[in-house]
């Protein structure tokens, strides 16, 4: 925050003023655009929740399968599909083009097609 000061005081006076629940997703009450940031280490870590308790040999064998498992289970996923796309995807596509089928598109200009 001091660097925003230095750098340009209006704006930093601004972002005080808001209050820091606008502009940031920490002090914000709500989840915001319906983004909810997680990274892969999040998603193993909970994935080890009891593993962790687990000899350091027997926990690097554990994640070893676990990643394993993922990876082959994603595979097999992938050699079934039928499109470039996830089914869920193709759906939502088809979806929207059954909607556009009504659609008429005219030119902005009718002197340029």
């Known amino acids: 925050m001091e660097e925003l000061r230095n750098l340009h005081q209006n704006t930093y006076d601004y ?3 808001v ?5 940031s997703r920490v002090h914000c009450p709500e989840r915001r655009y319906r983004v ?3 990274n892969a280490a ?4 909970s ?14 064998e554990f ?3 676990m990643l394993q498992r993922w990876f082959h289970d994603r595979y097999r996923a992938v050699q079934t599909m039928r499109h470039q796309l996830t089914d869920a995807a193709h759906l939502v596509l088809l979806k929207c083009m059954e909607k556009c089928g ?3 598109v005219n030119p ?3 002197n340029i097609c």
């Open 47 to 60: 994935c080890l929740k009891f593993a962790r308790q687990l000899p350091m040999l027997t926990l690097t």
């Open 102 to 104: 009504y659609l008429n």
């Open 19 to 23: 209050g820091p629940y606008k502009w």
């Open 63 to 65: 994640i070893r399968n």
């Open 42 to 45: 999040e998603c193993i870590s």
């Open 36 to 38: 909810m940031t997680t």
């Open 108 to 110: 902005v200009d009718w």
């Open 15 to 17: 972002v005080i003023d």
